[in-house]
T-cell receptor, first 109, second 117 residues
């Protein structure tokens, strides 16, 4: 299977804390992407990390990639209530993306 | 707004009826994708177009499903003889790259919710 698998399935933290979500996959990849989805809405692209990159930052987001372990992590620092959403990693195939089941993050104000 | 637009956002239909969803991709994006997402799951790939050509279809796309992109711009996804198991959110997405997805982002619309009763 090419899809990523996120861990944990659900995460609940207090506002201001950091949130870490992990993604594992089984195949070799060209790149890996992280998306966010608010309840009932479409997906919003967060970060793309290429297979030759180890870390990437975007604002309060930090993504790491370890191709030897076939894993990636998404760190959200100083979380806010507005970060409450589902987060998906997606493996880039030749012509589409393969998504896992996501991590449901709840940030408590 | 120049994002991916989907219509309708919500559709309730009786089992056995046909439904059609429309997607307008970001202007000049030559790749267009359809995904399906059920509650608690990630999106599942259905099909994609490069310009007007439908180049790949998932086995999830049964013969009751048909997608078209006649002029290489907007696309429609039709479901015939709907079943309760078709209830899901149907997501459309587009991307600008013609040579594959490596290094490129797919931009999603807000989705079309289908409820079959």
């Amino acid at each position: 299977s090419q899809q990523g698998e996120e861990d944990p399935q659900a995460l609940s933290i207090q506002e201001g804390e950091n949130a870490t979500m992990n993604c594992s996959y089984k195949t070799s990849i060209n790149n890996l992407q992280w998306y966010r989805q608010n309840s009932g809405r479409g997906l919003v692209h967060l970060i793309l990390i290429r297979s030759n990159e180890r870390e990437k930052h975007s604002g309060r987001l930090r993504v790491t990639l370890d191709t030897s372990k076939k894993s990636s992590s998404l760190l959200i620092t100083a979380s806010r209530a507005a970060d409450t959403a589902s987060y998906f990693c997606a493996i880039t195939g030749a012509n589409n993306l393969f998504f896992g089941t996501g991590t449901r993050l709840t940030v408590i104000p | 707004d120049t994002g991916v637009s989907q219509d309708p956002r919500h559709k309730i239909t009786k089992r056995g009826q046909n439904v059609t969803f429309r997607c307008d991709p970001i202007s000049e994006h030559n790749r267009l994708y359809w995904y399906r997402q059920t509650l608690g799951q990630g999106p599942e790939f259905l099909t994609y177009f490069q310009n007007e050509a439908q180049l790949e279809k998932s086995r999830l796309l049964s013969d009751r499903f048909s997608a078209e992109r006649p002029k290489g711009s907007f696309s429609t996804l039709e479901i015939q003889r709907t079943e309760q198991g078709d209830s899901a959110m149907y997501l459309c997405a587009s991307s600008p790259n013609t040579r594959g997805l490596s290094g490129n982002t797919i931009y999603f619309g807000e989705g079309s919710w289908l409820t079959v009763v």
